[in-house]
């Protein structure tokens, strides 16, 4: 009978389990101290004009001043959310964020009519983002209603 000599260990197998990640991370999109008007200096010119005429709108919807949230979401009012897995956040329940590529509004698109999307004019839609190239491509009174369904939608089905 021939001795079996013990079976060199694999590299899995010698390595400890990894132990599971019991932290969970961190919200990126808080709401924020950074002042507006600094933020918006940042920004180009035309979308500087462009977050002015967005703030004026989102503040006659929501009633609510302009906050950071973020380093680049402007954002009025908050509502509370929670996922199916139990993990709860805050967010603003209207934003935008004047990027360069797009102009991108944050808002429900649950409540909307879908005749209102017809009649916006050039934009995408992706989840809750809107964007839009050049404020002159839109219709900005159906913009505004559909920020205002939107924001209502938002406020009627959370709390906060």
Avoid at 3 to 10: E, L
């Amino acid at each position: 009978m021939v001795a079996s000599r013990p079976r060199k260990k694999t590299k899995a197998a010698q390595k400890p389990a990894k132990k599971a990640n019991t932290k969970k991370a961190a919200l990126k999109t808080t709401q924020t101290t950074q002042s507006v008007e600094a933020f918006l200096r940042g920004v180009p010119k035309v979308r500087q004009e462009q977050a002015r005429t967005a703030i004026k709108m989102l503040r006659r919807i929501t009633g609510h001043a302009p906050k950071m949230w973020g380093p680049s979401i402007i954002g009025f009012d908050r509502y509370r959310y929670t996922y199916e897995s139990g993990r709860q956040g805050e967010m603003c329940a209207a934003g935008f964020s004047p990027r360069k590529a797009a102009f991108v509004f944050y808002v429900s698109s649950e409540g909307v009519d879908e005749r209102l999307w017809l009649r916006l004019g050039t934009y995408k839609r992706g989840g809750v983002c809107v964007y839009v190239q050049r404020f002159e491509d839109i219709d900005l009174k159906v913009l505004e209603q559909i920020l205002s369904a939107g924001y209502a939608h938002v406020k009627a089905t959370h709390r906060g």
